[in-house]
């Protein structure tokens, strides 16, 4: 049971979630919630380092996985999982969706070893609301290349990064439950105002 309200932000670099994570906040910081926002990989002191080692590293692909569910197992247990007991409302940028659409769907693991990590590290808790941003191709890149020196995920060519959203909106059909799409390829302001009418409904 937990009184809070699980929210994940995805979709390719570039996308422009970490854009609207602060806007999201004070919407609902204002309707009265408790509001944490997070990142994945990332979100503790250990989860940190991982992320340092994963954005930097050459590594093993498995590896790669393993570590993404590593640092996940200590977000949940230091901060999301006490949050939500809380009754706080938690925002993550990024959660296990990313890792089916990057390591699954762009580096192509196979799915079923990431079921079972996901069974293994949350068995029994899934986002309430992912919130997939999605833009072309071009569009995520030249907003990229115009806003920061580039990482190793955000390094990789155009094939990976269309596998990758290809993955992310396979999953929105999988889990419409869930996932919201939204048409980032418009300007922030219009975003915006799509986000306010969205959690007027949730
Ligand atoms: N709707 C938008 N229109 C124009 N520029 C945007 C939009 N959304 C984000 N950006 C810009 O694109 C860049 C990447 O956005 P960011 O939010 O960091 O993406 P992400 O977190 O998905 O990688 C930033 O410089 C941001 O200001
Ligand atoms: C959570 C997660 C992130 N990633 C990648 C996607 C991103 O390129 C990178 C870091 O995510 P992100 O925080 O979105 O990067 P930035 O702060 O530069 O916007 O990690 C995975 O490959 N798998 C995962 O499970």
């Given amino acids: 049971m937990k009184p809070g309200k699980f929210i994940t932000f995805e979709g390719i670099d570039g996308a422009g979630k970490s854009t609207h994570i602060s ?17 994945e990989p990332g979100g503790t002191p250990l989860g940190e380092k991982l992320r340092a080692l994963l954005l930097h590293e050459k590594m093993h692909l498995e590896t790669e996985a393993l570590l993404m569910f590593a640092a996940r197992r200590e977000h949940l247990a230091q901060v999301i999982e006490p949050a939500l007991k809380r009754g706080d409302w938690v925002i993550s940028d990024r959660f296990t969706d990313a890792t089916f659409a990057y390591q699954g769907g762009g580096r192509k693991l196979d ?24 833009v072309p191709l071009e569009v995520a890149r030249s907003r990229l ?4 020196d580039l990482d190793r995920f955000e390094q990789e060519q155009a094939a990976f990064f269309a596998a990758t959203q290809a993955e992310y909106l396979r999953r929105a059909s999988e889990f419409p439950e869930r996932f919201r799409v939204i048409d980032s390829s418009k300007p922030i302001s219009d975003v915006n105002q799509g986000l306010v009418r969205l959690f007027e409904e949730f």
């Fill in 111 to 134: 799915r079923r070893k990431l079921e079972a990590l996901e069974r293994w590290v949350h068995p029994d808790l899934q986002p309430d609301l992912t919130l997939l941003f999605d």
């Fill in 23 to 39: 806007f999201v906040a004070s919407l609902l910081h204002d309707r009265g919630h408790t509001v944490l926002t997070t990142r």
């Fill in 145 to 148: 290349e115009k806003s920061r």
